[in-house]
C-alpha cells in the first residue's frame, strides 16, 4: 500500500496518538460537539498549528453528522509547491498518528483525467494544509474515504468544475482549508478578515490570496453556488492574537459552515 506519510505531526499537533486523541476532545468538547442538528454539506476551516487555529477548526468540526459523511472532499492551498490547477496524489492512503485514511480511488481516477488535475506526489509530501484537518475528522468520523485536492494557482470556474465531479449526495462532504489574513496587527486583521468573510457569506467568489491563502479553493466553492445553492453561516471567527499568539502579527482563521437549502 502506497502511504503519504504525516508531515507536520510533532510540530502542528501532537505525534503521540493519545495525546493528539485527548487535544482534539477537549477542543471539541469546547466547540460542544452536536450543538447543530444539522450537519453542513461543506466547511471552510483553518490548518495552523493547533494551539493558534484548533479551537476554531473543532467548532466547524463539531458540526458534523458522523453517521451521514462517509466521504470527505479536502481543498487545500499548496505553501511549498508552485502549482497550477489542481494535485492529486498517487497513493492508497494518508497516514496520521491516529491511523490510516484510505483514498477514494475510483473518484480520483475519474477526475485525474479533466485537464485541470494533475497526479503531483511532491505537492503533497510536506503540505500541511490539508494534513492538519484529518486527525479532526479521524476523531469525529471515525470512518470515511478521502479525496485529497492540492489547489495552486486555478480559476475559480475549473476548481468550482471539479467540484461538481465530486458533489455527491449526503455522504459527501466538502472542505476548504484555508486561514485568513497574515502577519498585520490586531486591529487591521480584525477589519480585513471581516470584510473577507462578509464577502464569503454573501457568496462573491472575488476572495485575493491577500485575504485568505485558500482563496482559489474558496472561490471555487462560491462560484459552484449557482448549480448548487448553499446557505453559509459563520460558526467562529478569531486570530492567532486571541488563541497563543503576540498581537502584533496575527494570522486570521474562520470556521463558515454551508446548508443545503431545502426547496420550498
Known amino acids: 500500500m502506497k502511504m503519504r506519510r504525516p ?9 503521540e496518538p493519545d495525546a493528539l486523541k485527548r487535544n482534539i476532545d477537549a477542543m471539541l468538547f469546547e466547540a460542544e460537539v452536536g ?3 444539522k450537519s453542513p454539506k461543506a466547511l471552510i476551516a483553518p490548518h495552523a498549528g493547533y494551539i493558534y487555529s484548533g479551537p476554531t477548526a473543532a467548532a466547524a468540526y463539531a458540526l458534523l453528522d458522523p453517521e451521514r459523511v462517509k466521504r470527505v472532499v479536502l481543498l ?22 491516529l491511523g ?35 486527525p479532526f475528522l479521524q476523531a469525529r468520523l471515525k470512518t470515511f474515504t478521502l479525496i485529497p485536492l492540492a489547489v495552486g494557482q486555478a480559476k475559480p470556474e475549473l476548481v468550482a468544475e471539479v467540484l461538481d465531479a465530486v458533489w455527491g449526495g449526503d455522504e459527501t462532504l466538502i472542505i476548504i482549508s484555508s486561514d485568513l489574513s497574515h502577519f498585520h496587527s490586531y486591529d487591521k486583521a480584525m477589519r480585513i478578515d471581516q470584510q473577507t468573510v462578509e464577502s464569503i457569506l454573501n457568496k462573491e467568489p472575488t476572495i485575493t490570496h491577500e485575504q485568505a ?17 448553499l446557505k453559509p453561516e459563520l460558526i467562529d471567527f478569531r486570530n492567532s492574537g486571541d488563541t497563543a499568539g503576540p498581537r502584533d502579527q496575527v494570522v486570521g482563521y474562520a470556521a463558515i459552515a454551508f446548508y443545503e437549502q431545502v426547496a420550498s
Do not use: W
Not at 507536520?8 to 505525534?15: E, K, M, N, T
Not at 477514494?104 to 497526479?119: C, F, G, L, N, P
Open 213 to 229: 491563502c485558500g482563496a482559489s479553493p474558496i472561490n471555487g466553492l462560491l462560484y459552484n453556488m449557482g448549480r448548487h445553492p
Open 100 to 134: 490510516k485514511v484510505p483514498l477514494d480511488r475510483e473518484t480520483i481516477r475519474k477526475i485525474s483525467a479533466m485537464e485541470q488535475v494533475h497526479i503531483n506526489n511532491e505537492s503533497h509530501a510536506y503540505e500541511h494544509s490539508l494534513e492538519v484537518h484529518l
Open 7 to 15: 508531515a507536520v505531526a510533532g510540530a502542528f499537533y501532537p505525534d
Open 35 to 37: 450543538s447543530h442538528k
Open 76 to 97: 487545500g492551498p499548496t505553501h511549498r509547491f508552485l502549482l497550477s490547477g489542481l494535485a492529486l496524489p498517487d497513493v492508497d492512503a494518508f497516514e496520521t498518528p
